[in-house]
Every structure is written in structure tokens, then in C-alpha cells.
């Protein structure tokens, strides 16, 4: 029941993932990460805060380039389902290179991707940042306290892109459980490959049912080009 205990967890204040090497990350938020010093200087604007940052190197050049989820700063006095504070505000992703003094080379930035905290009643969307083997790796959640059964956990991870000069989305994997029926559903999306695996059904004996191979077309999708994660669909199959 690995996959239930992981959808059922929800996030706190770090969260936990999983790469695919079995490696975990515990991806800092902003109360304990360490300080970015000149990096976050040149890159976090005024009235924002670092929420998460993972660093490691992304362009396969040997050096070190530091990934940024930022949240601007909003003030509320609504407290989310649990009783915790409730942090609304527009999110960014960033990912930027380290130069000398305090300057810093911005690669790419998404303003939109990783979504904000909009629901008190729903735990916050966004789950952790990390790098596993060179990849950007970003994690989402959906699990409410109200209104719905359903809990999901999706995983987006990325790649450097050198002629694009951007990250593609190489791998979409996400969980879906219905916590009234236990039924699951994986989707797992390897764009280099071109295969899909979809995994549905119930647990019996510890197995899932219904698992099916497909292909998908097209190449990876460019960060740049993507919506906010959480209105992503990926390719149908065939």
C-alpha cells in the first residue's frame, strides 16, 4: 500500500520525495533553507520570499546552477483546514546560474507554473524541488479536506535543452487515488521514449490491476510553452 500512504501523507513544511534511483530529497522551504546569499540578492525581488531551492548541476557543463520557487510575500489572516497559516500568493520558478560578485545569469523563469496556494480548505498544491541525475524535478499535490475524495501526487521533471535554451518536460508521472473506493490510478509519460503507462484499478493481494502500454507523439514540451502545472494534460494515447 506504498502508493496510498504516499497520497494520503499530504505535505507539510518539507516535503518528501522520491526520485526515480530510490534516492529521498527533502525539499527546503523557506523557514530553514540555507542562505542563498548573492544568488537570491540578484534574483528574489523585493516583497517575494524563497520557498524552495535545490541546487546542483542542470546544463551538464560542470557547474553549479541553483532552481528557485519564489512566493511574493501577501498578507491573510485565513488559517488553512489543519489550523496552519494560509500563504496565498502568485508563485515563480526560477532556475539561475551563480557569476561573480553579486550577479547571477537567469536561465529560465516561469511565472505561472507552479501554482499559487489558493484553497484554506485544500493543502497547499505545491510538494517539493529538487534535482535527481541532472534533472529538474518539480512536485505537486491535491488533496482536500473537503469536497472531494480524490488525493493526487504528480511529478513533472525536466531537461535542459541546449538549442532551446529552456527545460523540456521529459517524464509526467502522476497517482490518483479515491480515498471512498480505493480505486488508483499512474500515468506515467516517458517523452523521450514516446511510451505511456497507465496503471488503474484496485489493490488485491498487493498488486495493482489493468496496466497497458501506449505511444504518445510529439516531441517534449518546453517549460516556456506550459500553463500553470496544474492545467497540464499530457498527450493522449495510441
Known amino acids: 500500500m506504498t502508493l496510498c500512504l504516499a497520497l494520503l501523507s499530504g505535505c507539510g513544511e518539507d516535503a518528501v520525495m522520491v526520485d526515480p534511483a530510490g534516492q529521498t530529497t527533502v525539499a527546503r522551504t523557506n523557514a530553514d533553507a540555507p ?3 548573492d544568488v537570491h540578492e540578484a534574483v528574489v525581488p523585493g516583497g517575494w520570499e524563497v520557498e524552495a531551492e535545490a541546487r546542483g548541476d542542470l546544463t551538464g557543463d560542470g557547474a553549479e546552477e541553483i532552481a528557485l520557487v519564489m512566493r511574493r ?6 488559517r488553512a483546514a489543519d489550523g496552519s497559516p494560509f500563504t496565498p500568493g502568485p508563485r515563480r520558478l526560477v532556475v539561475a546560474r551563480p557569476t561573480t560578485g553579486s550577479a547571477a545569469d ?5 511565472a505561472t507554473f507552479v501554482p499559487a496556494w489558493d484553497d484554506p480548505l485544500a493543502d497547499d498544491p505545491f510538494a517539493g524541488l529538487s534535482i535527481a541525475r541532472g534533472n529538474l524535478v518539480v512536485a505537486l499535490v491535491d488533496f482536500r479536506s473537503v469536497g472531494s475524495w480524490a488525493a493526487s501526487r504528480t511529478r513533472y521533471t525536466f531537461r535542459w535543452d541546449e538549442g532551446a535554451r529552456d527545460f523540456a ?18 500515468v506515467s509519460v516517458n517523452f523521450l521514449s514516446g511510451r505511456r503507462k497507465h ?12 496496466t497497458r502500454w501506449s505511444d504518445v507523439d510529439g516531441e517534449p514540451p518546453l517549460l516556456a510553452d506550459l500553463p500553470e502545472a496544474r492545467d ?7
Open 73 to 78: 510575500i501577501v498578507d491573510s489572516d485565513a
Open 169 to 186: 518536460l521529459i517524464g509526467y508521472d502522476k497517482s490518483r487515488i479515491d480515498r471512498s473506493t480505493l480505486d488508483e490510478e499512474v
Open 106 to 110: 537567469i536561465l529560465v523563469t516561469h
Open 232 to 238: 497540464y494534460r499530457p498527450p493522449a494515447a495510441h
Open 199 to 210: 496503471v488503474g484499478g484496485r489493490y488485491e493481494e498487493g498488486a495493482l490491476l489493468g
Open 35 to 37: 542562505p542563498g546569499g
